[in-house]
């Protein structure tokens, strides 16, 4: 009877591991399906580089354990006057952290947030008025994945920024769960939607 007990008992934790193991399959096979709708929404406007890019500089999020990861920058076809008085192709880097369980990923903002971009320390929901050296970045906190876009601040413009602000959100965001941080150049910072509570010290 014990034999046939632990029988079961394997079993049945064996397809709860093996239902789990698809679910996040299918939860990173998702996002992935999403980047390439998104990259093909933009082909007529932007050229997608991947190779030979230099890493942005975003803290230690890229020292945190993650599934896969994807990084590459589009640059617009058209060119736009930017801040130093010149027209140029404007450039955006995105960098799409995909993580096996909503624990890592909630550990990976965890140790994140203590080496964030510049090696700044930031808190749950707390704005950041000044930031010496940040450039412009939207980041998107959902529960198995981090994203993020990056750009130089020669390129910020306050109504390009909330356009790409919205495009983010309607492809690979959640209105009523995803967190959004926005930085602008050298600041402010701050938490913009689905902000945790302050005095929060759990994961979450």
């Known amino acids: 009877m014990l034999k046939y007990s632990a029988k079961i008992f394997l079993a049945l934790t064996f397809l709860a591991t093996s239902l789990n193991l698809e679910a996040q399959d299918a939860k990173g096979t998702e ?4 980047i390439e709708q998104f990259l093909a929404d933009h082909a007529d406007s932007y050229k997608k580089k991947h190779l ?3 890493m942005r500089e975003i803290g230690g999020l890229e020292n ?3 599934a896969w990861k994807e990084f590459f920058r589009l640059e617009s076809n058209e060119e736009y006057e930017n801040t130093l008085g010149y027209e140029t192709e404007r450039e955006y880097y995105f960098l799409f952290y995909h993580y096996e369980t909503e624990l890592d990923r ?3 903002l965890k140790f994140w947030m203590e080496d964030f971009i510049e090696g700044e320390t930031i808190r749950p929901s ?3 008025r000044s930031y010496d050296y940040a450039k412009p970045s939207i980041i998107l906190i959902n529960p198995t994945n981090i994203i993020i876009l990056t750009y130089d601040c020669k390129y910020f ?3 390009d920024f909330e356009d790409w602000q919205d495009k983010m959100i309607e492809y690979f965001g959640d209105k009523s769960e995803t967190m959004v941080i926005e930085l602008e150049c050298n600041g402010p910072l701050n938490w913009t939607k689905n902000a ?3 005095k929060i010290r759990e994961l979450f």
Do not use: I, Q, V
Request: glycine share 4%; net charge positive.
């Open 31 to 34: 996002l992935k399906g999403k």
């Open 52 to 54: 030979n890019l230099k």
């Open 64 to 66: 945190e354990p993650f």
């Open 106 to 108: 909630k550990y990976a």
């Open 126 to 128: 707390r704005p950041k």
């Open 157 to 159: 413009d306050e109504y």
């Open 196 to 198: 945790p509570d302050p």
